[in-house]
C-alpha cells in the first residue's frame, strides 16, 4: 500500500512541475523530456486526476499540459539522446539553441550513423558556430535550414513501433 502511495504522490510531483514548465514556457526542454518519459515509461499517468488517464496520449491533452504527441515525443528522445546515451550534463546542452539540437538529433536519427565521439563533436561545434554556420556544416548540400521559430523538422523513426504514432510524430509542428 506504501507503494502505491508513493506512486501517487511522485506521479503528482511530476505532473506538477511539467505543467510548471510548460505553462511558463522555461527552456527546460531537457527536463520535460525527463518528466514525459517518466510519466510515459513508468505508466504513473494513470494514477493523476480522477481515476487517472487510460494511455499517454489522452494525458498529454489534459488541459493543463495541451501539448501535441510529437512536441512531446520530441523532448524525450532529446533527453534519451543528450542526456541518457551521450552522458551530457544538461547545463551544457541547454546552452545550444534548442533547433540546432533538433536537426542535429534528427539527423542522428535518420540514419547519419554518428558515433557517439562524431555527435560530441557536432554538439562541440553548435556551442560556437552561427545559427548559419552551423546549418551549413550539419545539413546536406543543397537543403535550407529551417527558419528559427518555424516548424522544425521531426525525425523519420519515432518511438515507439506503432503505425498512429509514427505517422503522428512526423507531422510538422512549431516547438513551444
Known sequence: ME???AQEKQAWD??????????????GFLRKGQLLKSLRDTERYKKLGDGGYETFNSFLNDPSLKISRGYAF???????????ELH????????I????????????VNGR???NEEALEVIEKAKVLSYGDFFAEMLPEGEQPPVEGEATPTPAVAPGDQQKELEDYQKPHVTR
Open 3 to 5: 507503494d502505491v502511495i
Open 14 to 27: 511530476e505532473y506538477t512541475e511539467l505543467c510548471t514548465l510548460v505553462k511558463n514556457d522555461i527552456r
Open 74 to 84: 520530441q523532448q524525450i528522445q532529446m533527453f534519451d539522446f543528450y542526456i541518457e
Open 88 to 95: 551530457l550534463p544538461v547545463e551544457e546542452v541547454e546552452r
Open 97 to 108: 539553441a534548442s533547433i540546432k539540437l533538433l536537426i542535429h538529433c534528427a539527423n542522428f
Open 113 to 115: 550513423n554518428l558515433s
